[in-house]
């Protein structure tokens, strides 16, 4: 029988030969969420999944990919400052698109099945050439940036013929693959007077952040992000300046 457990830690701290798994869209790109995290520490993985997606006999007909996994064996020649390099990833194609393309979530869901039979295929495969694969940990695939429901997506993993643990950040706010952890408000604060109203104002303008990141697929585009975020900061202090 199959066993889907579910834990609270860092995926990224899992011993060597353990699979990662998390969803990934047709297009490409690893821009935000959980997949950016992956894109900063693993960058040489990212080349080769990007380089899968936007090949020439791809290219065309990116939505062939819905439904198949990509393995991507470990590179212990990667030049990272995060540690553990020992690590294969998984990229289940469950979406073609991303941001305001994502799939359906019947269709995300039936791909999630189609894709982890392929995975389990590839790794029976992997395990009678190498070194044996001992273990595959997951975030939970679909409910960050694809907007699935978390217990429909365990479902279609209950249902498959891989064993799985589910690592979720430590008090995580239920958003899924995402790594955001909730922040508490001081004692008597409760979102009122000056400590309250300048949370709630940081708080929309992440809100504001989290949406445009959606639509990101570099690197150079988060910066982008990161500086119109910081310009109401900065037309304050301007405006301090000119009125002294």
């Known amino acids: 029988m199959v066993r889907v457990t579910e834990t609270v830690g860092d995926i990224f701290s899992a ?43 791809i290219r065309a007909n990116q939505a062939s990919l819905l439904g198949t996994a990509f393995l991507i064996p470990p590179d212990k020649s990667a030049s990272t400052s995060f540690r553990n390099t020992d690590l294969w990833i998984a990229c289940l194609f469950t979406s073609v698109g991303y941001g305001r393309n994502v799939s359906e979530p019947a269709v995300i869901l039936e791909s999630t099945e189609k894709a982890m039979k392929d995975l389990a295929q590839q790794l029976d495969e992997v395990s009678t050439k190498t070194e044996p694969i001992e273990r595959v940990w997951a975030v939970k695939i679909n409910s960050g940036r694809f907007g699935v429901d978390w217990q429909d997506s365990k479902r279609i993993l209950e249902g498959g013929n891989l064993d799985l643990t589910i690592v979720s950040p430590p008090r995580e706010n239920d958003a899924g693959s995402t790594t955001v952890v909730e922040a508490k408000e001081p004692v008597g604060a409760k979102g009122t007077g000056t400590r309250g109203r300048k949370r709630k104002a940081n708080g929309d303008r992440d809100v504001q952040r989290s949406r445009a990141i959606d639509d990101i697929t570099t690197s150079d585009q988060v910066d982008g992000i990161n500086d119109i975020a910081d310009e109401p900061k900065l037309n304050q202090a301007s405006r301090k300046r000119r009125t002294r």
């Open 15 to 57: 011993p060597p030969n353990t699979v990662l798994v998390h969803a990934c869209n047709c297009r490409g790109a690893w821009g935000s969420g959980v997949a950016l995290e992956f894109k900063k520490r693993y960058p040489q993985a990212f080349q080769i999944y990007n380089k899968h997606c936007t090949s020439r006999h």
